[in-house]
């Protein structure tokens, strides 16, 4: 309905149960912009991405979309937020999700150097279909992103992609995200790049530990100093944290989470702490 003017874009995207982290039950349907389809099983697009759902002819100045669920469910349908839209082409929104605890969740935290604690300014952060900024105060704020969101990245100029994890994912309504550290880029620093926390995450083969999520925290107060998303197979993860003791915390869906008390007495003799997951 309404809404002239502008182009129209396809969108596509992936539907998640919000307490399983699977594929939705049969029936479930996206709506947007007047437009209804059903959610399919899982694809690929040409860049690689999974999606189960696809809603072409979308006005370009449409702003959010619903997933139904199916008939004689008992969850309800769920409001979730797009991104600004192009006037034409492809966008793909990524998770998207239905069950407990979903619908419109706002965001904010801070981007600092995990060397010397100071704010990043111009940080571009990114979450599920969103980028915003850091400002001078190395704050940032989304107003409106897709509750059930576990992970974003930050880019700076001068650091290292960070891709941090959110745990637990965010809720609809508030969410302080807290510091997110970022490191200085892998230089010649011996190997791999300056930290005092190092280690890997394995899995039993074949399977892969690329998707768990590795988050640090403070020992006394139990708060979020730092986290990250495994991304390579070999499992490697490694932080520049402050000395002090901190339990380690690494999940996987479909893994028993692993918890580690981890203490750091010395700034330039990294602590290495191998985890092994298991189901």
Request: aromatic letters at 6%.
């Given at each position: 309905?309404?809404g002239?003017?502008?182009?129209?874009?396809?969108?596509?995207g992936?539907?998640?149960?919000?307490?399983?982290?699977?594929?939705?039950?049969?029936?479930?349907?996206?709506?947007?912009?007047?437009?209804?389809?059903?959610?399919?099983?899982?694809?690929?697009?040409?860049?690689?991405?999974?999606?189960?759902?696809?809603?072409?002819?979308?006005?370009?100045?449409?702003?959010?979309?619903?997933?139904?669920?199916?008939?004689?469910?008992?969850?309800?349908?769920?409001?979730?937020?797009?991104p600004p839209?192009?006037?034409?082409?492809?966008?793909?929104?990524?998770?998207?999700?239905?069950?407990?605890?979903?619908?419109?969740?706002?965001?904010?935290?801070?981007?600092?150097?995990a060397?010397?604690?100071?704010?990043?300014?111009?940080?571009?952060?990114?979450?599920?279909?969103?980028?915003?900024?850091?400002?001078?105060a190395?704050?940032?704020?989304?107003?409106?992103?897709?509750?059930?969101?576990?992970?974003g990245?930050?880019?700076?100029t001068?650091?290292?992609?960070?891709?941090?994890?959110?745990?637990p994912p965010?809720?609809?309504?508030?969410?302080?995200?807290?510091?997110?550290?970022?490191a200085?880029?892998?230089?010649?620093?011996?190997?791999?790049?300056?930290?005092?926390?190092r280690?890997?995450?394995?899995?039993?083969?074949?399977?892969?530990?690329?998707?768990?999520?590795?988050?640090?925290?403070?020992?006394?107060?139990?708060?979020?100093?730092?986290?990250?998303?495994?991304?390579?197979a070999?499992?490697?993860?490694?932080?520049?944290?402050?000395?002090?003791?901190?339990?380690?915390?690494?999940?996987?869906?479909?893994?028993?989470?692993?918890q580690?008390?981890?203490?750091?007495?010395?700034?330039?003799?990294?602590?290495?702490?191998?985890?092994?997951?298991?189901?």
């Amino acid at each position: 309905g309404g809404g002239g003017g502008g182009g129209a874009v396809t969108i596509q995207g992936l539907v998640k149960r919000s307490d399983t982290r699977g594929l939705p039950d049969p029936g479930t349907t996206v709506t947007i912009a007047g437009k209804t389809v059903q959610v399919t099983g899982l694809q690929q697009n040409s860049d690689g991405q999974d999606y189960n759902f696809e809603v072409t002819g979308v006005p370009s100045d449409t702003a959010e979309g619903t997933v139904g669920p199916p008939p004689g469910s008992s969850d309800t349908p769920v409001t979730f937020p797009l991104p600004p839209l192009p006037g034409s082409g492809t966008v793909y929104i990524g998770e998207v999700f239905i069950g407990p605890n979903t619908g419109i969740a706002r965001a904010t935290g801070k981007v600092v150097s995990a060397e010397t604690g100071q704010p990043v300014a111009g940080a571009k952060v990114t979450i599920g279909a969103f980028s915003t900024l850091t400002n001078n105060a190395g704050n940032f704020v989304f107003e409106r992103l897709v509750a059930q969101t576990d992970k974003g990245t930050v880019e700076a100029t001068g650091f290292e992609k960070k891709i941090f994890a959110i745990d637990p994912p965010l809720a609809p309504g508030d969410n302080d995200l807290g510091e997110i550290r970022v490191a200085p880029p892998v230089g010649n620093e011996p190997p791999g790049g300056p930290c005092n926390l190092r280690g890997t995450v394995s899995v039993p083969s074949p399977d892969s530990p690329v998707g768990a999520s590795v988050v640090l925290l403070d020992a006394d107060t139990q708060t979020q100093v730092d986290s990250a998303v495994i991304t390579q197979a070999s499992g490697e993860f490694r932080f520049w944290v402050p000395l002090g003791r901190y339990t380690l915390r690494v999940s996987k869906s479909g893994y028993i989470t692993v918890q580690q008390e981890v203490t750091l007495t010395a700034q330039n003799q990294p602590l290495t702490v191998n985890v092994n997951l298991t189901r």
